[in-house]
């Protein structure tokens, strides 16, 4: 699992989306929040990453640890800390669903962000 994270983030930091191939399933879904439609398959995957990132001289450091993996299912967290002229942090975490060869068939994201409330406000 932890060699998995690492092709992730390796495939985040170069240029353009051809490792994307050696870690998703070609009809993997992606789901970057747990109330957001999940993008379906590794083309509308790619046009994804190339719409969210900065690109591979994008600066940040990616710690994670696996939390949880039980048959085909992982849980991982993981905290981002990007640095540049406005630095940011998030923590996450990542549920994947694997295909027997090790790669994702499914990654549903919940991000976190410092000095946001996470509590639901009742009427």
Request: glycine residues 6%.
């Amino acid at each position: 699992m932890d060699a998995w994270v690492v092709e992730y983030e390796r495939a985040w930091r170069a240029p353009g989306t051809d490792l994307l191939a050696e870690i998703f399933t070609s009809d993997a879904t992606y789901q970057q929040a747990p109330y957001r439609a999940p993008v379906a398959g590794l083309s509308a995957i790619a046009r994804m990453w190339e719409a969210e990132r900065h690109g591979p001289d994008e600066e940040f450091q990616l710690t994670s640890r696996v939390v949880a993996v039980d048959g085909d299912t992982a849980v991982v967290r993981v905290e981002v800390r990007y640095g540049g002229s406005v630095p940011q942090e998030y923590r996450d975490l990542w549920i994947l669903r694997f295909d027997p060869n090790g790669k994702c068939r499914a990654f549903e994201e919940w991000p976190f962000w410092p000095d946001k409330s996470y509590r639901a406000d009742y009427l």
